[in-house]
């Protein structure tokens, strides 16, 4: 089937998945918004808490308050049908809003938005929900990536492969307990998602420029209206830290990044034509301009380059921190950008991920032939020599050493030179089974954590079950900001449910 748009497809069975095109196109076709422009809902749904929260002081009259929020609606409205566009004049999304309430009620209403607030509280505010909502996103696509790769680790328990130090033949293990490693690593991280979004879910607005209002706010709750756990107590904490929140965030994508990075170089290698172990579907491979015969993992190697691209830039936000004096600094603006492009470049990778190991095939027979050749057996060949000749490991160590080096023509190591060796040492192991396939050597390896196959099926399912508490701990904070959301909606349609009634809202 010929590949749409690409100059390669004829060498395809399928054409590529778009999701996979757009990942590894990054920003080669395809432009970003404004960052502001992503803003957009966070900072309506920050307005409607603020000025319920006036009204129910006693600072906004719930008629004003109610004009306030028909004229949020409308922007909403004609923002969402795309009527609507940030003028570049108005400097942020914040001001552009105003604005519009003020042309849609007048200035004497829409002016009282601003009271006992600064767009220094509004912006870190809007942003810590920008981040936990993508933090949230992030961790769900984890889950389901973490699932798919658990797939097929379970369908390969059994299937015996080299594992690799230095890049060389080093032990026999499995497929399995190789790709359940991944998926143990990954929950750490879609663990992280979970800590870091409790870590950043308090509320900063109220802080206004660093130094609190004397207006009588209710703090606790505009936080609940938000969603927020609870609220950031120190007003000038609240400003001054803009940037670590971020910092938080990115470092929890960081690691999860990083350890895709690890997968793909593993998948790159074992996918290479010269091991065949692993044959990634044609979806996810690409062409060349040139060679007709290409089949390239270009979805790995963008991965290595993103994880970098996202390590450097969670450093930024460090240094953009690092000897800011107390209280706001026209420095933090640029976090905002930088953790939109973290999770720009890094958003769509775990669903890759997912889509690769739910297609990827694997050729048992070229995995087995890996772990019966270049000596993989040694370690188990001493250690069979060091358990059952009463040696010291070390000892044990040195004759079969010897023996490889007897033996490197071959590749293979041979009983009876080991038996050999072991004599001359003054040790006798005539009748010591060294009879040691590949299978025989995962199967003896039953501790916790090992590639013997119950163990590596205890591995999957301790691992599943973990999955499975994130994937619920994820949804009910979900959950929680719906209801919070829909806590808001409904004490605004007390105001006048008139002109509110059916009214429904992403």
């Not at 395809?30 to 502001?36: E, L, N, Q, S, T």
């Not at 358990?387 to 490991?393: C, D, K, N």
């Amino acid at each position: 089937m010929k590949a749409r748009g690409q100059v390669w497809g004829e060498r395809m069975s399928e054409p590529p998945e778009e999701a996979t095109v757009a990942y590894c196109a990054g920003r080669d076709v395809a432009p970003r918004p404004m960052a502001d422009a992503l803003l957009v809902p966070y900072d309506l749904w920050q307005n409607r808490a603020h000025v319920m929260m006036l009204t129910q002081q006693g600072i906004i009259a719930g008629a004003e308050a109610v004009r306030i929020f028909q004229a949020l609606d409308d922007f909403e409205k004609r923002w969402n049908d795309g009527k609507l566009a940030l003028d570049p004049q108005k400097e942020d999304v914040h001001i552009n809003i105003e604005h519009f309430v003020a042309a849609t009620v007048g200035g004497q209403v829409a002016g009282k938005i601003h009271t006992a607030r600064s767009r220094n509280d509004q912006a870190t505010t809007v942003m810590r929900m920008y981040v936990r909502d993508h933090l949230l996103c992030f961790g769900e696509s984890l889950v389901a990536a973490i699932g798919a790769i658990l797939g097929q680790a379970r369908r390969h328990v059994g299937t015996l492969v080299a594992g690799l130090t230095h890049y060389q033949p080093a032990s026999v293990t499995t497929i399995g307990h190789w790709f359940a490693s991944y998926a143990q690593a990954l929950l750490r991280d879609a663990e992280r998602s979970v800590a870091s979004f409790d870590r950043l879910n308090i509320s900063p607005l109220g802080a206004a420029a660093a130094f609190g209002t004397s207006w009588p706010i209710n703090r606790k709750l505009t936080a609940a209206y938000l969603g927020f756990d609870s609220v950031q107590q120190n007003t000038l904490d609240c400003i001054t830290n803009r940037w670590e929140m971020e910092a938080d965030a990115a470092t929890c994508v960081e690691f999860a990044m990083t350890h895709l990075s690890i997968v793909a170089q593993d998948l790159i290698l074992m996918s290479q034509p010269q091991f065949g172990i692993v044959r990634l579907a044609d979806r996810h491979t690409t062409g060349s301009s040139i060679m007709p015969q290409k089949r390239n993992p270009d979805f790995a190697e963008v991965t290595r380059a993103k994880a970098v691209l996202v390590q450097q830039l969670t450093t930024t936000l460090f240094g953009i921190a690092r000897g800011l004096v107390s209280g706001y600094n026209r420095d933090t603006q640029w976090t905002k950008y930088v953790i939109m492009d973290i999770f720009a470049e890094a958003a769509a990778a775990p669903a890759v991920f997912s889509s690769v190991f739910e297609s990827l095939s694997i050729d048992k027979n070229k995995a087995l032939a890996t772990a019966s050749s270049h000596f993989v057996d040694a370690v188990d060949f001493a250690d069979t020599l060091a358990r059952e000749a009463g040696l010291p490991f070390r000892a044990a160590y040195k004759i079969v050493s010897r023996a490889v080096r007897e033996c490197e023509e071959l590749g293979f190591l041979k009983a009876e030179t080991v038996r050999r060796l072991a004599a001359e040492e003054g040790c006798t192991p005539q009748h010591l089974d060294f009879e040691l396939p590949p299978a025989k050597i995962a199967e003896s390896k039953k501790h916790v954590g090992a590639p013997a196959r119950q163990a590596v099926l205890a591995n999957i399912e301790e691992l599943s079950a973990k999955r499975r508490l994130i994937l619920k701990e994820l949804r009910a904070r979900r959950q929680k900001l719906l209801r919070a959301k829909e806590k808001l909606e409904k004490a605004i349609q007390s105001l006048a449910p008139e002109n509110r009634r059916g009214r429904s809202r992403s």
